[in-house]
């Protein structure tokens, strides 16, 4: 089955310091891969996503590169502010039109310190 | 426009209670998700709707719970009766073949079962 690692928090950085999730994943077939983000007290958001291998996929600063070679995913940001701080989810999903359900990752408690 | 609503947004029950989610998803949306988000972890799919039709109900526990989304609208998530373990956050999501990859998810019920 599929399944998605991220690497565990919380991880506790200072304001403009680079950042870097850790996210790996086990899929069957040739999945779309995303990044969602849960700020405090709102809902699951899409940051980013990549849909084949070598895409890269970039918002807000942030950026991930879908690596097939080494089944990964990992989040970068060259300079966190406080804002980003939130929690961060790995996620997949098998289907080309995108409309399979999506395997999480456990995500990871970003916090940026001023 | 608008985005999926849920409600209610909290609730709290006895184990062995019987308890409704409902869901509306964006206009237009045929595709519903219902994902169950325990505490410190990653959102886990339950079932899958497109339109009025069941597509993947794998992991949603059949013997408690059940969901239906008869009009192809709007859905409801059920369980009864309630466990301890049954205490998560449900989050609805939505996705149309115009949105590519990308799912809409509502703020979540959180449900807490004493």
């Known amino acids: 089955g599929n399944s998605v690692t991220q690497m565990e928090g919380p991880v506790t950085l200072s304001e403009e310091a680079f950042l870097t999730i850790n996210c790996t994943y086990t899929?069957?077939?040739?999945?779309?891969l995303f990044w969602y983000v849960q700020y405090p007290g709102e809902g699951l958001q899409l940051l980013l996503k990549?849909?084949?291998?070598?895409d890269k996929g970039s918002n807000k600063g942030f950026e991930a590169t879908y690596r097939k070679e080494t089944t990964s995913f990992h989040l970068e940001k060259g300079s966190v502010q406080v804002s980003d701080s939130a929690v961060y989810f790995c996620?997949?999903?098998?289907?080309?039109?995108?409309?399979?359900?999506?395997?999480f990752g456990k995500g990871t408690h970003l916090i940026i310190q001023p | 426009e608008a985005g999926v609503a849920q409600s209610p947004r909290y609730k709290i029950i006895e184990k062995r209670q019987s308890v409704a989610f409902w869901c509306n998803p964006i206009?237009?949306?045929?595709?519903l998700y219902w994902y169950q988000q325990i505490l410190g972890q990653g959102p886990k799919l339950l079932i899958q709707?497109?339109?009025?039709?069941?597509?993947?109900d794998s992991q949603l526990p059949k013997d408690r719970f059940s969901a239906e989304r008869l009009k192809g609208v709007d859905s409801t998530l059920k369980i009864q009766p309630a466990k301890l373990e049954d205490s998560a956050v449900y989050l609805c999501?939505?996705?149309?073949?115009?949105?590519?990859?990308?799912?809409?998810f509502g703020p979540g019920t959180r449900l807490t079962v004493l």
């Open positions: 999501a939505s996705h149309s073949s115009l949105t590519y990859n990308e799912q809409f």
């Open positions: 899929a069957t077939g040739y999945p779309s």
């Open positions: 206009s237009g949306h045929a595709t």
């Open positions: 996620a997949l999903s098998d289907g080309g039109g995108g409309a399979d359900g999506l395997t």
């Open positions: 990549a849909t084949k291998a070598d």
């Open positions: 709707f497109q339109n009025n039709g069941v597509v993947d």
